[in-house]
C-alpha cells in the first residue's frame, strides 16, 4: 500500500486493507456511509481567563474571562467526528428550546449534521459543561443538567427512532445515564434494531452498556471505569489494565451481550475482545496537552465510520487510535477530520531511523527501565498474520522495533518481482500502526548485526520457525537476550495475496 496517493487498481479492496496509510482516510470518506447518532447531545463550554486576584471572600482564585469557546459534546461530539470524516450523519435525541440548545444544533447544522430529529422541548435544559482555565490549566467545571426528561420529550423522540434508524449504514447509541434513552426510546429503539438487516453496524457507547445487552450489537465500547463497573473489580493502575481486561474479556461480552467489546484505557489505548478470533491490542501516543476532551467520542466515530466502510475490524481499530492521537493534541472538545488524518498518517513516511539514531532512542527508554522488543521482516503487502503478530510481539516488552529487509534484500529473498511496494511505503504503513514504535532498515544477509549492536532483551520471530532454526539465536542468547516465536498464521501469506490481486481475485466471505 502507498504511504501516499490512492491505491491503484489492483491493490485490496477496503475489505482486506491491513495497514494504515495516507490515502486510506479519503477511501473511507468516499464511501459516505449514513450513520445515525442517537443519545445524549451536550454542549461543552471552555472558558479562559487571567488571574491577578484573589476573591476577597474566600481563599479562591478570581478569573478574569477573555475568552468563550462552545462545542458540541457527548453524542453530538460522536456526530460531528463522523461528519469531519465523510460520514452522511442524522442525529435523533432531545435537547432544550434554550440558548446551549439554539448554539449546539446550529453547530451541527454548520457541519453538515442531519437535526431533523433532534427533538426540541421548552421544559428541557440542554445540559452544559463549562470548564474555566488559565494558564492552560482547567481550574473547574460547572454542570448544568435537565434533571428528569418530560414524558412527552421521550414520547416524542420514541416515535422518531423508526425513521431515524431507517435505511443506514450504522446506528451509534451513546447513552450516559441523562434518562434521556429511558424507557420507551430504549424499547422502541431494541424494537427496530434487534431485527436489523445483517449489514447494520450497531454500536453502543454507554455507561452502563447492560441495559443493552438485549440488542446485542455488534461493538461495545465502555472506558476503563466503566468495564470495571461491569466486572465488578478494581483494575490495577497502568499497562496492567489491559492484561485484566483481556482476562475477563468473556466476562464482558456476556455483560454487554456485544459480538465485540472494545475497552478504552485513555494512555494505554484499547483492547478489543471479539466474540470468535483473537484479541488485539492499539497504543496512544499521548499528549502532555491537558485540556484535551472527549478523544473517546472521536475513537468511536472513527471506529464505527470504518466498519461501516467494510475495514477490517483490527484495521478499524488501529485507525480509530490514530484519529483519537490526534484529537489529544487539541485544545478543548475538537474534532478529527479527513485531511488532517491523513496528514497524520503520511507523518509517518520517512520515519525509518539508522541503526545509530535507532541506538541513541534505546538507551534512553533502557534509562526508564523498559524492556526492547525487536522482530524484522519484509512486510511488502500487510495481513492479518502480520497485524497479529505485531501485536503479541509488542506485548513482550515495552518498546517496539521494527527493523525492514531493504528493497535489494526482499528481491534476494523473494524474487525479481518483489517487492510490491519500496521501503520507504513499507515503513510508513508499519510505523503508523500503534504498536509499533521504531522502524529501522537493514541490508544484510541476517539482522545478526543489527542484532548485536542494539542488543534487544527480545528478539521477536514469526513463523514455523524453533529458536534453534534461526541463525539469530545464538547472537541474542551471547548476550543474554531472549528470542520467542510467535503465531504462525499458515493461511496467511504475503506472497499468496500478491498472487490473488494480480489474478484479479477477491476476498473469501471468511476473510472480510
Not at 504511504?3 to 473511507?28: C, Y
Not at 485484566?244 to 475482545?273: K, M, S, W, Y
Not at 488501529?318 to 491523513?342: K, N
Not at 529458536?467 to 545464538?474: D, G, H, I, Q, R
Amino acid at each position: 500500500m502507498s504511504g501516499g496517493g490512492l491505491p491503484g487498481a489492483g491493490l485490496p479492496d477496503l475489505s482486506e486493507q491491513r495497514g494504515l496509510a495516507a490515502w486510506l482516510p479519503r477511501r473511507l470518506a468516499e464511501e459516505r456511509p449514513a450513520v445515525t447518532v442517537v443519545g445524549d447531545f451536550m454542549l461543552d463550554g471552555w472558558w479562559s481567563g487571567s488571574i491577578d486576584r484573589m476573591c476577597r471572600e474566600a481563599p479562591a482564585p478570581v478569573v478574569d474571562i477573555e475568552r468563550r469557546d462552545f462545542a458540541p459534546g457527548g453524542a453530538a461530539n460522536t456526530a460531528m467526528n463522523l461528519a469531519a470524516l465523510g460520514a452522511r450523519v442524522r442525529v435523533a435525541g432531545i435537547i432544550g428550546r434554550d440558548d446551549a440548545g439554539g448554539e449546539l444544533k446550529r453547530q451541527l447544522l454548520a457541519a453538515g449534521v442531519d437535526t431533523g430529529l433532534l427533538c426540541e422541548h421548552q421544559d428541557m435544559v440542554t445540559t452544559t459543561k463549562t470548564r474555566i482555565s488559565s494558564g492552560g490549566q482547567v481550574l473547574l467545571r460547572f454542570d448544568d443538567s435537565a434533571g428528569q426528561v418530560p414524558g412527552d420529550a421521550l414520547a416524542a423522540l420514541a416515535a422518531a427512532v423508526p425513521a431515524a434508524v431507517e435505511h443506514q449504514a450504522a446506528v451509534v447509541i451513546c447513552d450516559y445515564g441523562t434518562g434521556v434513552l429511558a424507557g420507551p426510546v430504549r424499547r422502541r429503539l431494541i424494537d427496530c434494531l434487534v431485527r436489523r438487516a445483517p449489514e447494520m453496524l450497531v454500536v453502543v457507547d454507554a455507561h452502563d452498556p447492560r441495559p443493552w445487552a438485549e440488542l446485542e450489537p455488534d461493538l461495545a465500547t465502555p472506558n476503563a471505569q466503566e468495564a470495571a463497573r461491569l466486572l465488578e473489580l478494581r483494575l490495577p493502575a497502568g499497562s496492567e489494565r489491559a492484561a485484566v481486561v483481556a482476562e475477563h474479556g468473556p466476562e464482558l461480552l456476556q455483560t454487554t451481550g456485544a459480538r465485540a467489546v472494545v475497552v478504552t484505557l485513555d494512555r494505554d489505548g484499547t483492547v478489543l475482545i471479539p466474540a470468535a478470533g483473537s484479541s488485539h491490542r492499539t497504543w496512544a501516543r499521548p499528549a502532555t496537552e491537558k485540556q484535551a476532551s472527549g478523544a473517546g467520542d472521536t475513537f468511536v466515530a472513527a471506529l464505527t465510520l470504518a466498519r461501516a466502510a467494510s475495514l477490517p475490524l483490527t484495521a478499524s481499530l488501529d485507525l480509530a487510535q490514530a484519529a483519537a492521537d490526534v484529537v489529544v493534541h487539541h485544545p478543548g472538545t475538537s474534532v478529527c477530520g479527513t485531511e488532517e488524518l491523513g496528514r497524520y498518517l503520511e507523518s509517518f513516511a520517512d520515519t525509518a531511523l539508522t541503526a545509530d539514531e535507532l541506538e541513541r532512542h534505546l538507551r534512553a527508554h533502557r534509562s526508564d527501565g523498559q524492556r526492547v522488543v525487536l522482530t524484522n521482516g519484509c512486510f511488502d503487502v500487510l495481513h492479518r498474520g502480520h497485524t497479529r503478530y505485531l501485536n503479541q510481539a509488542k506485548q513482550l516488552g515495552d518498546v517496539l522495533v521494527v527493523a525492514l529487509n531493504s528493497d535489494d534484500s526482499v528481491r534476494k529473498l523473494k524474487g525479481p518481482g518483489r517487492p510490491i511496494n519500496g521501503v520507504a511505503d513499507r515503513a510508513a504503513v508499519i510505523a503508523a500502526l500503534s504498536c509499533v514504535d521504531y522502524v529501522t532498515v537493514f541490508d544484510t544477509p541476517t539482522p545478526i548485526p543489527l542484532i548485536e549492536q542494539l542488543r534487544p532483551e527480545v528478539y521477536a520471530k514469526g513463523g514455523d520457525y524453533t529458536p534453534e532454526m534461526l541463525a539469530e539465536t545464538e547472537a541474542v542468547e551471547a548476550y543474554g537476550g531472549r528470542v520467542s516465536i510467535l503465531d504462525y498464521v499458515a493461511d496467511r501469506s504475503t506472497t499468496a495475496m500478491v498472487q490473488r490481486i494480480r489474478n484479479g481475485e477477491g476476498a473469501s466471505v471468511s476473510e472480510a
